[in-house]
């Protein structure tokens, strides 16, 4: 009875959670973080004057209270840049909701589904790791589109450069021209220069935010001429042929290992599927596998032998460049 109530509590916690998450979300819109920092009293009339001060207000409080607390723990910092580079709008607190009622209704259902401890742990494992799958599914598919824009956003400050305008001109150009997400995170360069920050320093932190080694190339070459000066238009252009060279050669790489990559998922994946559809089937007999003695080694040494298969074929597939 103890455990059915704590479920109950940790279920309504998440459901919280989740939907202070999605009215953060709905809220903030494509609006940026920065105001949370900047504007602060700024939005808080703005939403007074949008509905009246109630309990969601007092709700939003503590969700950005909880997340200040959270963001002082380093691995959960790092959640946070994964979750902005995946330009997923939630932060640490609400991502830890949506986690929680992931993982408890994953084994809550397998558990009323096959009425098996062993299926309900093994679903809130893999209910934990689907909203990591996603951030990460996230972040390298914005990461891939964000180097593909490379290019264009290169020729596009020299050309502006070419015509007499300033490197801080040349960033807001592109920040307006370009679609997201390179245009929104130059953008966010010419906001932050505004606010106070070096044009190198909002740079830099660009480079920290987006994750892009390509990117990193580009900041680089920037702070070399900002140090020794010379022509800074025509060493774009020479690094937007070798980012677009690059570019030519990773989707080269990725088509030619495609079969590889995608067996090294059916592999992966397919005993896992295997295993729930006979947990559900015929639990029973599944069970018998996590009997103490000898037999306890066929399901943890398979387990094993899947992780490191998988990423042995992960490993050979990825080919740097």
């Known amino acids: 009875m103890g455990m059915l109530i704590l479920i109950g509590v940790l279920v309504s916690l998440a459901v919280i959670f989740l939907f202070v998450g999605i009215g953060r979300a709905w809220e903030l819109g494509s609006s940026n973080r920065l105001e949370d920092y900047v504007g602060e009293q700024m939005a808080r009339s703005r939403a007074a004057a949008r509905r009246p001060a109630g309990l969601n207000q007092s709700a939003n409080e503590l969700v950005q209270g909880l997340d200040k607390i959270l ?3 380093g691995p959960l910092d790092a959640l946070a840049y994964a979750l902005q580079r995946g330009d997923i709008k939630l932060t640490v607190s609400e991502y830890l909701g949506v986690w929680s009622l992931c993982v408890i209704g994953a084994s ?4 009323v589904i096959s009425h098996n401890v062993i299926a309900a742990i ?3 494992a893999v209910g934990g790791l689907m909203p990591h799958l996603y951030v990460r599914f996230r972040e390298a598919n914005r990461l891939t589109v964000f180097n593909n824009q490379l290019g264009n956003v290169l020729m ?3 050309g502006s450069m070419r015509a007499g305008h300033g490197l801080l001109q040349a960033v807001d150009f592109v920040g307006q021209q370009m679609p997201a997400p390179a245009g929104t995170e130059f953008a966010q360069v010419v906001r932050d220069v505004k606010l106070g920050s070096s044009l190198m320093e909002a740079l830099d932190a660009l480079s920290d935010r987006v994750g892009s080694e390509d990117l990193m190339l580009i900041v680089t070459a920037i702070r070399i001429h900002h140090e020794t000066g010379g022509n800074l238009s025509e060493i774009l252009e020479v690094v937007a042929e070798t980012i677009r060279e690059r570019v030519r050669i990773k989707g080269e790489l990725r088509t030619l290992t495609a079969q590889q990559r995608y067996s090294g998922y059916v592999l992966g994946v397919l005993p896992i599927l295997l295993f729930f559809a006979i947990m559900l089937i015929n639990p029973q007999y599944e069970s018998r596998l996590f009997l103490p003695g000898p037999t306890l ?4 040494g398979a387990l094993v032998l899947m992780v490191f298969g ?3 074929i992960q490993r050979i597939v990825a080919i740097e460049v």
């Open 71 to 73: 963001r002082s723990i």
């Open 108 to 111: 809550g259902l397998a558990y």
């Open 122 to 124: 093994l679903a809130a």
């Open 156 to 158: 596009q400050m020299s």
């Open 297 to 300: 080694c066929i399901p943890i």
């Open 310 to 312: 998988f990423l042995a």
